[in-house]
């Protein structure tokens, strides 16, 4: 099967811009000054290591190297300018592969290909027992006569297995130690001798070397309500052996309790927090379980901990352990508290992320329910919420500190919604196991769910980077009375702020009017952000705007969040209320709204005066009315008058106040952005603006099989090492650059595929654009390989019969022989209704003959006698 995953997420941007450097040098080299029409599949594919060598020597200049190959590139322009259409080109790739079969191909490779997959070098596309990502499937249930149905459980991994220990069955307790193998996909009680634990459920469990080990829980009668406590004792059950241990402890041991969490890290488990059977705890201790000093210790935990909580699961990822909701009773939330075992500090992930570029909010409080860590991500699922049993499946991604929610498979085997299941991870799954339903019902069933691994979206990495680079800036900003000046890109700010794009063409259409009285009519002004003749850059006033904020508003176009540094801190509720108020002018809605969402999170008794007083002085009514919503507040309101700045306040401010008391249910201002997903995102802005907004501002024309397709040198630059490294060292002097990716000239499509994902990060795209795209990664010095991830994803999953014929063609020009076998196949598969499609027509002569020849050797002697004409 052809994973997702891809070798390393990143490479050093140095590495990056040489390997993309010395594959235009190769391909110019290897093809002699001329330009090869197909490429080996192993040029196009290899990607065994993270090193990706094109055949280059090391050490080549980029900006020479791609100065060499676009001027080789502009030769073979001219001197090929008599070139039949893109499609007779194909056809005559093609005729260089009569006589040689894909079979043929195939059967000479030294390596064995088992059947159903097509294998070519390094690509292996296994299309018999590919599972979809995000799908769910429904396993064998576990027979009452193995295990009873349950929930409270505990699911562990080992090795090829999940393991399942205790819970309820909605009469008695279980101490039984049931088996799920994923391999045979079968259920079987675990052997196992020595003393087990008593019958318990809400415990603990987690894996250690060779072992598991199982702490606390509840255990007693449930039936006759009889002999209910909690327990702290500690049972090892060595794998291996299959054998349960009990651990014994002289001097300080936690407290009893049910319902905590329990994780490993630096060979010592952790537990935290849980109920005692009397008030819900916060206190952790942590157990070494090496060496010979086995000694529980209570650790002084740090930072903003969480509240008492139990019910709630816990992970494990980059030295630190993370707790999502649970029970608290009056304080549960649905925040994200980390803690970091070196610094033994706690850190609350809060409501910041409406300034993080959210789409989506993080999960609803709940309890019961699980968490686990892949990859970058932790998912969260199911457990109860507020009365509730969701069975959305939501992730939080470490790097982007951003919640999301998953949209599984159109055919996935969805669980239904459930409280206290158990979840483990194994290989690249998800299992799931039991928990309670509606109506308090126990359940058996399993359930797998297939990560995803690809390579991390670094669209506002790139451009985050590029805007503090402050690379080929073309526009300056003039800001307020002490005319503060910013660099920045004309393609960005156009693309998400329509009020400043307007400013901008203004601004341009004024410097033309102002040239051409000086120099006459008929001269056009460019800007150039680099190169010796360097023109000045376009300048626009903004005489009304706070520089901090408007440096901030910056980043944000760029970023589509906001990161505020610590030096704010002081004038955070200020500093927001100017963004709030620019963002309103620059028609930013999205940006806007989340101002009010962070204002709501950081108004407290010490700044609730400070923010009202700015709010009523820039006469922003919606910020000073939830100012005044928080300062009458019973629980706010006797703080904040007693304080000396409440005496400060001048005395209309104050009469406000006095009345808002008095009737506190008097309407307010609403936020017209108050729909959370209000405005629009970085990827919807830039995916508008190279389809229509951007025609007025592109500034280099890409030619592709004598086509021009015009885009923008900025976007180019920040998310491409090689464009980068071309504008550095030189600027095409007519603005044209030709177009190819290695040996190849792709489709026209496949390279409009390209720009999407490079301008907003677009994955979706057709088998036939897969695979002219898989050499673009490197060639282009993209950050990652998450372009060539979907590539594959698109070639497993996306071919069907209603465009098999263009990944036919595309794979027959590319010399990709194990796809163009499969697509071959799926035409003789259906080829009643393959053969009606349009696009048969357009095939070669070579192509349409393979098709006759493949559809006779599927039905036999009786076609194959048929005398096939050539010259059809």
């Known amino acids: 099967m052809l994973k997702a995953i891809l070798g390393s997420d990143s490479t050093t941007e140095s590495s990056q811009e040489e390997r993309a450097t010395n594959a235009a040098a190769s391909s110019s080299r290897h093809s002699g000054g001329s330009s090869c029409r197909s490429i080996s599949s192993s040029a196009v594919l290899s990607n065994s290591s993270s090193s990706y060598d094109y055949g280059t020597p090391p050490g080549v200049c980029m ?93 562990v ?41 008593a019958p318990r459920y809400h415990h603990s469990a987690v894996v250690f070397g060779n072992s598991m080990f ?161 990859d970058r991500f932790l998912y969260v699922f199911g457990g109860s919420a507020d009365s509730t049993l969701p069975n959305d499946l939501h992730y939080y991604d470490l790097d982007t500190q951003v919640w999301s929610i998953i949209q599984p498979e159109p055919n996935s085997d969805i669980p239904s919604g459930r409280v206290f299941h158990a979840s483990a991870v194994i290989s690249d799954a998800m299992y799931i196991f039991g928990g309670t339903v509606d ?54 700010v156009a693309a998400r702020s329509k009020y400043l794009r307007t400013k901008i063409l203004a601004a341009r259409d004024a410097r033309q009017q102002q040239m051409e009285k000086v120099f006459g009519s008929g001269i056009e002004v460019r800007t150039c952000s680099s190169g010796p003749n360097q023109e000045p850059v376009l300048e626009v006033r903004l005489p009304n ?81 939830h100012c005044m919503q928080f300062l009458v507040k019973e629980e706010n309101f006797t703080d904040v008058v007693m304080s000396n700045e409440f005496s400060d306040l001048e005395k209309p401010l104050l009469v406000e106040i006095i009345r808002k008391k008095l009737s506190p249910n008097k309407s307010v201002a609403t936020d017209s952005n108050a729909d959370k997903n209000v405005g629009t995102t970085l990827e919807s802005d830039m ?38 490294g071309m504008f550095r060292s030189f600027m095409p002097p007519d603005n044209t650059v030709n177009i190819s990716i290695g040996d190849i000239l792709p489709s026209v499509e496949a390279f409009q595929s390209l720009l999407r994902y490079i301008y907003y990060g677009e994955t979706k795209l057709p088998p036939q654009d897969a695979l002219y795209l898989f050499q673009a990664p490197h060639f282009y010095g993209l950050s990652n390989n998450r372009l060539h991830s979907f590539c594959k994803y698109s070639l497993e999953h996306n071919i069907t019969y209603e465009n098999v014929l263009q990944t036919l063609e595309a794979s027959d020009y590319t010399k990709i022989f194990d796809i163009k076998e499969h697509a071959l196949k799926l035409i003789v598969k259906d080829f009643a209704r393959v053969a009606r499609l349009p696009k048969i027509d357009c095939l070669s002569r070579e192509l349409l003959l393979e098709i006759i020849r493949a559809v006779a050797d599927s039905h036999g002697e009786f076609l194959t006698r048929i005398s096939i004409n050539t010259d059809i």
């Not at 019902?441 to 402050?470: A, H, I, M, W």
């Not at 603006?689 to 951007?694: H, M, N, P, Q, V």
Request: net charge positive.
């Open 63 to 155: 900006a020479c190297e791609a100065d060499k190959y676009q001027q080789q590139s502009h030769h073979q322009h001219h001197t090929e300018g008599e070139r039949k259409s893109r499609r007779s080109r194909m056809s005559h790739s093609s005729s260089s592969m009569r006589g040689t079969s894909s079979r043929g191909c195939l059967a000479n490779s030294s390596k064995s290909v088992s059947p159903g997959s097509y294998s070519c070098n390094a690509l292996n596309v296994d299309f018999s027992t590919y599972t979809a990502t995000h799908q769910w499937s429904k396993m064998l249930e576990c027979a009452e006569f193995v295990g009873a149905k349950r929930s409270k459980h505990t699911v």
């Open 157 to 197: 991994a080992y090795k090829d297995a999940m393991y399942v220990f205790g819970g309820d069955n909605g009469k008695t307790m279980l101490n039984d130690l049931i088996r799920f193998g994923i391999k045979d996909k079968s259920w079987g009680r675990a052997c196992a001798t020595g003393t087990p634990p």
């Open 214 to 374: 199982i702490f606390g829980g509840y255990t007693g009668d449930i039936h006759s309500n009889s002999n209910l406590t909690n327990k702290n004792d500690l049972f090892e059950y060595e794998f291996q052996r299959a054998m349960w241990v009990e651990w014994k402890f002289s001097g300080r041991i936690p407290v009893a309790r049910s319902a905590h969490g329990a994780a490993v890290y630096d060979n010592k488990m952790w537990i935290y927090a849980g109920y005692d059977g009397n008030a819900r705890l916060n206190d952790m201790w942590t157990l070494n379980l090496t060496g010979e000093n086995h000694q529980w210790e209570e650790i002084e935990q740090k930072g903003d901990r969480p509240p008492t909580c139990c019910n709630f699961p816990v992970a494990v990822a980059r030295d630190c352990m993370y707790v999502f909701s649970g029970q608290s009773g009056m304080q549960i939330t649905n925040s994200l508290f980390e803690f970091n075992f070196k610094a033994r500090t706690w850190r609350r992930i809060g409501n910041e992320n409406v300034l993080r570029g959210v789409t989506s909010q993080p999960p609803s409080r709940r309890y019961g329910h699980t968490m686990v860590h892949h």
């Open 439 to 492: 109506n308090s019902v126990r359940r058996g069933d399993t359930y797998r769910f297939q990560f995803s691994s690809y390579p991390k979206c670094t669209l506002r990495d790139d451009y985050g980077k590029f805007f503090n680079e402050k690379q080929f800036c073309d526009i300056q900003f003039v800001l307020g009375p002490e005319e503060i000046k910013i660099m920045a890109h004309i393609a960005f």
């Open 545 to 625: 705007a706070n520089p901090e904020a408007f440096e901030i508003i910056l980043n944000y176009i760029y970023t589509d969040r906001i990161d505020l540094k610590e030096s704010y801190n002081k004038n955070i509720i200020i500093l927001i209320t100017d963004i709030y108020q620019l963002a309103g002018l620059f028609l930013m809605p999205r940006l806007a709204h989340g101002c009010i969402q962070y204002l709501d999170f950081k108004i407290n008794k010490n700044n609730v005066l400070e923010a009202l007083y700015n709010a009523d002085r820039k006469k922003i009514q919606i910020v000073k009315d």
């Open 687 to 724: 995916a508008v603006f190279l389809e229509s907004t951007g025609k007025d501002f592109c500034d280099i024309n890409l030619v592709l099989d004598g086509q021009v397709i015009a885009a923008h040198k900025s976007v180019l630059s920040a998310r491409t090492q090689y464009f980068q």
